[in-house]
């Protein structure tokens, strides 16, 4: 539990920007009917409840309005015209971002630990983006709030939730290091010296066939409901880690197994090892998986390099692609299931996402991605190891613990660098109890592949 201790509205320093109009591309579009993303950062800063509210929240508090000078569309608006008219993102002088300011005597230790924990006790200390507002005319839908939680003498979270369309990963990330940043060195100089300010031009994508159009005509009659997950979830939340050394024996086993494909990926062996786990791990309770059912699996491939021309690294918003693996129930369910999986998602890298054309055509696509997808047996991956959030320095030292939240919400996995274990991966997974439990049995045993001895899950 948590008890709120403040809230307040955060503004960026007047006089900076006045207005702001973003249209949404046709990368945005697709994400308008998405859940919230929620994400958690914990850190051990042992402190008392003074020093919190009268040093390190006035801190926040300032670093945050300052990082939102250089992330005004982070205190817009999705404006949404009643007319169906193609919704914007708006900002006007006075619109803000919302944050909660809470105390929480929950076990800190427990909340940042790696076994399975009740999923349902992280929400305390995740905000709940604020319903919209309605006018005549139009409504407004904000796109991000923060909660700062204290754990007295303990440590201190910070819950971030933003609605998808605003941006990915990459856009979203860059802020969460940016305001870490501001706040540790009181200011961002460095920020403009390093060149790493955000870019908000959506001219640079560009969209000669007006697919944002076509989107917007083929969803426009879908009412704009964001949807929020009701607890309980019943499920709960586990952390696993693949060590480099566990990363290399995945990687020797499939390299020997067929010596012509080009040596994998860590990311091609951690996924596949996953999925290939959660498969085994068993349907939901009392559904029966016929053996020709398609299990598929899909990633979200950043498309900035791979547009024509190219969009800058540091664009803000979303311009991302989607690629899927689909292969048969009993094909993962085998002996040789793993191995199956890795030549799966490293066939469709070398084919799709390692090809520019193929990742332009689909981001062209995702709308169409997503319906073929609606009802599937579908793991997913949020997050990616090339966003270090655990580099979140907000001078309180590196996270102790980062929680993906919302993949509560839907069959997905977290994926993310390790905090302690250099070249190795961090997965997340929210289950229900049974199908954790069968999962982490199966995780263990190596799939034959990995030792228990060498294979650590906490």
Known sequence: MATQLEHCEILPPPAEVTELTLPLTFLDIPW??????QRLLFYEFPCSKPYFLETIVPNLKESLSLTLKRYIPLASNIFYPSSNEKPVFRYMVGDSVSLTIA??????NNLTANYARDADQFYPFVPQLPPPKEEAEYKTIPVLCLQVTLFPNSGVSIGFTNHHSIGDASSIVSFIKSWASINKFSGDSHLIEA?????FDRSVIK??????DVYWNQLKNFPLQFPSLHLPTNKVRATYILHQADIKKLKDSVSARNPDLVEPSSFVVTTAYVWTCWVKSGPASGEEVDADVLEYFGFAVDCRTRMNPPVPANYFGNCIGAAVVKRKH??????????IAAEAIAEIIRIK???KDEMRKAAENLVASFAELMGKRILSVAGSPKFDLYEA??????PKKLESVSIDGDDSISLCKSRDSEGGLEIGLSLPNYKMDAFSAIFASGLGILSKEVLHSD
């Open 32 to 37: 308008l009917y998405f859940h919230p993303i």
């Open 103 to 108: 105390e929480s005597s929950d076990d800190f």
């Open 195 to 199: 060149k790493s300010l955000p870019l």
């Open 207 to 212: 969209d000669p066939r007006g697919i944002a």
């Open 330 to 339: 009993e094909e993962l369910m085998e002996n040789e299931g793993f191995f």
């Open 353 to 355: 996402v390692n090809n």
């Open 393 to 398: 320095d907000y001078g309180w030292g590196r």
